[in-house]
DNA sequence: ATGCAAAGTTGCGTTTACTGCAAGCTTTCG
DNA sequence: CGAAAGCTTGCAGTAAACGCAACTTTGCAT
């Protein structure tokens, strides 16, 4: 198994895994995801039924397959942080950087969810799972649990405001200027973050 | 057709309902959300299982019966309130108020909830439909778009506030003091969105 | 009160997501 | 090369959800 050359295996299943993504994305695109059957989707992808359910645990994270890697990312990001960097710096900077990432795909793919309450549930759930990283991260800046009120507060916001530069870039009209827009809404998030925190740094923990 | 009188037909569907509800909670309770069918739910309240369809729109959404009455409480309370009044005082005074709502059997609901990935998923979309509620009326307040940024951050930290306090209460070691602890957190939420709305009010908005 | 219309209930058949199992094929490695 | 491990597939089965048509109950007007 040395790490650098992947086996043929390894290459054919990846291979496998795309297929089966990038028929779905196509089908669900262009028919509407409920429309789709995963028999369609087995069908385009040349696998048998059965083999779609061994790649994926269900229809619907067929259609979010590549949201796995941003979570790592985002947890080595966080997990690497140098000692002493706020979280709050990290998450700007790991918005920022990943905003090129929100390409043609995601944009197809915010077009099948934003109409389907179904699929705005999944995708919450997938956020909040993001959350989770999150609110480990800030609870260790402030010195608290993941589930104390400050850390799921300020974790809530992050969470907000990434969604809210999601959905921004979205709609922008103007696709040029829109990237010094995104960093705009991040920047005031955070502002609002900071403002946030300080309000309640004094604050007593009766609880 | 006097309103003050429900007639027969009005009481019976209303009985019924109350019954497939009631009955699916506790078969959830005694068995888990996966292990009970619809048919079972509908054996254990004297109906079919297309009456139990007819009803709800689906096996989740008997769970989270009565959610809707709730977002009715709210939307009132919000469209209803003083012109002038801000929306961070109606929410406040909602939450509040509505602590003792929190009772058995939302107790019962949480603990078949917290265990499941697709629950948890299903009780944040209820949440985020609440939040579109608060994000009207915070951006009434603000004179912004309910999707402008600052409205959609102010909502999810309302969102998580109010979570954690829901949470916090069910984890309470100590019952009777749980109260003065949950209004201390819904007091430090909405200190912390006053500290953020204050350091980004003087904000520039540049998208 | 009686009969008619509207509303509610039910059974039946169908589709579709999803799972377990066992048999067959492919890659890997000794 | 040949055994072992890993993948793919077909088959059979379960359960949620929907549409339809028949049947029953309720409300209402005469």
Redesign the interface.
Known sequence: MHEGEAGLRERKKRRTREQIAAAALELFSARGYHATTVADIAAAAEVSERTVFSYFPSKEDVLFADHLSLEQGLAEALDGRPPGTPALDVLREFVVENLSRFDEQARIRWQIVRGD?LL???Q??RQ?ALGELIARAIAADLGERP?D??P??V???V???F??TY??RFRARSRTASR??AV??VD??I??????????RA?PR??
């Open positions: 309450e705005l549930a999944h919450r759930a909040a589930d009120l400050r799921q507060l974790t809530a916001a969470i907000a405001a969604t809210a959905e921004h010094a827009q705009a809404v005031e998030a502002e609002f973050l900071r403002g946030g925190l300080d309000a309640i604050y009766p609880y």
